[in-house]
């Protein structure tokens, strides 16, 4: 590793350790530092394929493992996952110079690693992801290997081509599936959008570019809207927040109900939380007045709750933009 390298290694460490700090001031941060140092003197002659120190592949990792909010346990085997894998570090080694219990989330996900993916079969594909979840009696085993497949799958460009499709099937229908039983629905989403980039890269950048028409801008100023109206009807301290439906999500619809881009009402979308069933048809009522809503496009969940107890009002609504949300 270069001395330039190095530098910079070392400020993505200082980067990961502030984020830490923002939601976990009291953690373990001189076992997390020595786990830091022991990993990139581990890996210090091993490259990535793009040519980068292969440290910083552990250090993405564990950023997203703390973007989590997961524990120092957590963050360190995250650091060390590769180290039993790919370097002659041991599980006694580890355990002795951080803990047991580090020693074994990192043992676990080596295990996890050297699983193979052999068929497309949908049950034995079932199989397989009842398998990893079973070999993980620690959940965070199984959630630090998701984040490992989502830095691989960020940064998969330096693969082959092949390898890509291979590792975006794998993820698509072991990966994925995974995450969203663990309600881990970010990361579910960012794992399939970034399969489909390789799967299908036509449909995945034909889909994005007609997403960044409209982008965040449009639900912001929708947000702001909504909230002064709100606020100017009596209806107080109300938490809105909004989401785009994720690339693979349309992909779905487009390709599997035969429908345009613009047939698909829920690409847009925006929550509004409050504190009382009263109020929640009373914001109905004025969201309704601000926006043309669509015809058959409303529903009551809260007078007929969904089987497992949700309740919300859900409706689709053109906003001034010609745009459904």
């Known amino acids: 590793m270069t001395a330039e390298e190095l530098s910079s290694v070392n400020e993505r460490y200082e980067a990961l350790e502030a984020s830490i700090r923002t939601y976990n001031p009291n953690a373990d941060f001189d076992k997390i530092r020595r786990a830091f140092a022991y990993a990139r003197d581990k890996h210090i002659h091993q490259h990535r394929k793009d040519g980068s120190p292969y440290i910083t592949h552990p250090l993405a990792v564990a950023q997203v493992v703390s973007d989590m909010h997961l524990d120092s346990e957590s963050i360190m085997a995250a650091l060390l996952h590769d180290c039993i894998e790919d370097t002659d ?5 580890i355990a002795k110079l951080f803990s047991p219990a580090v020693a074994e989330l990192v043992e676990g996900v080596t295990k996890l690693t050297r699983v193979q993916y052999v068929s497309k079969e949908e049950e034995q594909m079932e199989n397989l992801r009842k398998m990893l979840l079973a070999m993980s009696q620690d959940v965070r085993v199984m959630i630090i290997k998701l984040c490992d497949r989502l830095h691989n799958m960020r940064t998969g460009d330096a693969w082959p081509e092949q390898k890509r499709r291979d590792k975006a099937l794998e993820t698509m229908e072991v990966y994925a599936p995974i995450a969203h039983r663990l309600g881990i629905s970010n990361i579910k989403e960012e794992l399939e959008d970034r399969s489909l980039q390789y799967l299908d890269p036509v449909g995945y950048n034909m889909i994005r570019s007609l997403l960044n028409k409209h982008g965040d801008d449009f639900l912001n100023d929708i947000c702001a809207t909504i909230q002064e109206h709100l606020e100017q009807n009596g209806i107080h301290g109300a938490t809105i927040r909004h989401r785009v439906k994720s690339i ?13 881009f613009e047939e698909i009402y829920d690409i847009y979308a925006v929550r509004i939380i409050l504190e009382n069933v009263s109020e929640c048809y009373n914001a109905l009522g004025l969201i309704h007045d601000m926006y043309h809503p669509l015809p058959n496009r409303f529903k009551d969940y809260i007078s007929t709750p969904k089987p497992n107890g949700y309740q919300s009002l859900h409706t689709t609504v053109i ?7």
């Open 89 to 93: 570090a041991t599980h006694e080694e």
């Open 248 to 260: 693979y999500g349309i992909y779905r619809k487009m390709y599997m109900q035969n429908k345009d």
């Open 319 to 325: 906003g001034h933009e010609g745009i459904p949300f």
